[in-house]
C-alpha cells in the first residue's frame, strides 16, 4: 500500500526555484514521487508519495542526513504529516 509524507517548510528568505529543482533532481531516490509546491514567496510544501511504508522505512536515513543539510542551510520544517493512502483518483 502506498505511503505519503506531507511537509511544510519556511525559508530565510525568497525560494530559487531552479536551486531548489536542481536540488530535488539530485537527492531523489527509485521508488518515491515528490513533489514541491510553492505556498508563498518563503515557504513550500512537499509531497512524496512512496510505494510503501517499507520503502518510505528503508529511505529514513537519507532523508534524515538531507534534512539536516536543509536546516542547517537555514530553511525549517513547520509540519509533517505520514500515513497510508486510503483513497485515490488518477486521471
Do not use: C
Request: proline residues 1%; neutral net charge.
Amino acid at each position: 500500500m502506498k505511503y505519503a509524507v506531507n511537509t511544510t517548510w519556511k525559508h530565510s528568505k525568497p525560494i530559487d526555484w531552479d536551486w531548489m529543482n536542481k536540488f530535488l533532481q539530485e537527492s531523489g531516490s527509485e521508488g518515491v514521487t515528490t513533489y514541491w509546491f510553492e505556498i508563498d514567496k518563503v515557504r513550500h510544501g512537499s509531497l512524496a508519495i512512496f510505494q510503501s511504508k517499507e520503502a518510505f522505512e528503508s529511505f529514513k536515513e537519507r532523508r534524515d542526513a538531507i534534512r539536516k543539510e536543509t536546516t542547517d542551510s537555514g530553511i525549517v520544517m513547520t509540519s509533517e504529516n505520514v500515513g497510508y493512502i486510503k483513497a485515490e483518483r488518477s486521471t
